[in-house]
């Protein structure tokens, strides 16, 4: 755990009372700045971008498994795994483009939709 110096000169050891969005935040240990930001708007592009790519995946493979036949190459069985990475990347885009979304309205001060 890491130690703050009180302006004696003396330690005592950091609080772990902050709370965070989950639960409790352990104390900073690595040398980021306080304010470090993911690139949010390059973030939002990102998923804009592959959000239709992989929902256009996900039914073109979902289409492919539902018309292979047995014996055909590739097999049903992974046309299906695939189909179903695509979906859950929808998934994943999709939450980012919402949560993204969100922390550039609260930067910009806009209300929040009720």
Same mark, same amino acid.
């Given at each position: 755990m890491s130690d703050r110096?009180? =302006?004696?000169?003396?330690?005592? =050891?950091? +609080?772990?009372a902050r709370s965070g969005a989950i $639960?409790?935040?352990l104390p900073r240990t $690595?040398?980021? =700045? %306080?304010?470090?930001? +993911?690139?949010?708007?390059?973030?939002?592009?990102? +998923?804009? %971008?592959?959000?239709?790519?992989? %929902?256009?995946?996900?039914?073109?493979? $979902? %289409?492919?498994?539902?018309d292979t036949g047995p014996g055909d190459s590739p097999g049903r069985g992974t046309l299906v795994a695939l189909a179903a990475v695509c979906a859950a990347f929808v998934l994943l885009a999709a939450a980012d483009l919402v949560v993204v979304a969100g922390r550039l309205r609260r930067e910009r001060g806009a209300p929040a939709p009720h």
């Open positions: 110096r009180r =302006p004696d000169g003396a330690t005592e =050891p950091a +609080s772990r $639960g409790r935040r $690595g040398t980021e =700045p %306080v304010t470090a930001q +993911s690139p949010l708007r390059l973030r939002l592009l990102l +998923s804009a %971008v592959f959000l239709p790519l992989f %929902v256009a995946g996900a039914a073109f493979f $979902g %289409v492919w498994a539902a």
